[in-house]
């Protein structure tokens, strides 16, 4: 098996061969076969970055020491443990951008968030489990999923800066390092526990519909978006620019004007961008369910926007599009 084969060069960081690096490598490659021995499946991300290495890393993300010690025997890449295939449920608990806020008492960041949810339900403890702390302060509670239950990634759904992986996510394993932070394991639990139920239940409970007059402002779902068309590299705005385009378009529809078909090809488009690595799909999904909910979908059944939106993901994910010059980047879902 290649270390690449991608069908657009794929860039990393240039790799010099100091002790450091080599260090670094040796520490890489130690974390990843744990992770294997554990039954985690990884994958290599990008030198220093988070974004995958392999334009299909869940299919070829692997538990094989072979595999393992060839790809991370050449260079210090980064660890992705891929959520699927290891059967895994990620609670990212992030910490706010500058400047953001929750507005509710006591909420500072995703930890204190789940902590407040847990408080309201009665019985609910936030189980001890293998935890990863991040560069940027946040923290991955790491879950063993439910048998014969589907899980799938959330962005903020279930609280305010929390985030969720599942299947078609990974998340940054220990000992990866981003602008020379590592990622660390916090605390001396090393396996993952089984997703306690009362998370389970909010992360898989269906959205509710809308209230009358609650449903999102075309305004507001369109200025959500803007200043993610404002950041990253070019084709981090370019993506984003489409997606916000979609959402407006969809946002300003009216019943009986084909709103069900316009969600389908948002969905599409948006999946297309997924699948090119360009746009995280717990996102994409995120914004478009706010734009169909704004259009007035939704409105008898939330299953009515899920259903088409994941029909028209799906389609997308199958056919990538990207930039003539664009390299490969997000895809999935990180965290």
């Known amino acids: 098996m290649r270390v690449r084969d991608v069908s657009a060069p ?15 490598r040796a520490t ?10 554990r039954g985690m499946y990884v994958h290599p991300l990008l030198v220093g970055a988070k974004e995958p290495r392999w334009l299909d ?19 210090p890449f980064n ?47 936030i189980t001890p489990t ?10 991955h509670l790491v879950y063993r999923a439910p048998a014969g239950v589907g899980v799938r990634n959330t962005a903020r759904t279930i609280g305010w800066c ?6 078609g996510g990974y998340i940054v394993g220990i000992g990866s390092q981003v602008d020379g932070v590592p990622y660390e394991l916090e605390g001396s639990v090393t396996d993952p526990a089984v997703l306690p139920e009362w998370l389970l239940t909010l992360i898989t409970a269906a959205p509710e519909p809308p209230k009358a007059g609650g449903a999102p402002r075309r305004a507001d779902v369109v200025a959500r978006l803007r200043d993610l068309t404002r950041q990253g590299t ?72 899920e259903k088409t939106l994941r029909s028209g993901m799906t389609a997308g994910l199958s056919r990538p599009r990207r930039m003539a010059t664009a390299p490969a980047r997000r895809m999935g879902g990180a965290a």
Not at 132 to 138: A, D, I, K, L
Not at 276 to 296: R, Y
Request: proline share 4%; net charge negative.
């Open 79 to 125: 660890i992705g443990v891929a959520c699927g295939p290891s059967a895994l449920v990620a609670v990212d608990l992030d910490v706010p951008h500058d400047g953001e806020v929750s507005g509710l008492a006591d909420i500072v960041d995703g930890m204190t968030m789940l902590d407040s949810l847990a408080a309201q339900i009665p019985g609910a403890q």
């Open 10 to 24: 794929v860039p990393h960081r240039r790799e010099n061969n100091t002790a450091a690096t080599r260090a670094l």
């Open 162 to 167: 929390i985030d969720t992986r599942a299947a």
């Open 130 to 139: 293998l935890t990863v702390r991040t560069p940027s302060g946040g923290r």
């Open 234 to 305: 070019r084709e981090d705005r370019w993506a984003h620019g489409i997606l916000r385009s979609e959402c407006d378009e969809l946002a300003a529809m009216k019943p009986n004007s084909g709103r069900n078909n316009r969600l389908n090809l948002a969905a599409y488009r948006a999946g297309q961008l997924v699948a090119a690595g360009l746009l995280d799909q717990a996102v994409a999904e995120e914004h478009l369910t706010e734009a169909a909910q704004a259009s007035g979908l939704g409105e008898k059944s939330a299953f009515e926007i």
């Open 28 to 37: 890489l490659l130690a974390s990843a076969l744990r992770y294997a021995e």
């Open 57 to 75: 890393w869940e299919a070829r993300a692997t538990r094989d020491p072979e595999v393992i010690e060839r790809t991370w025997g050449r260079a």
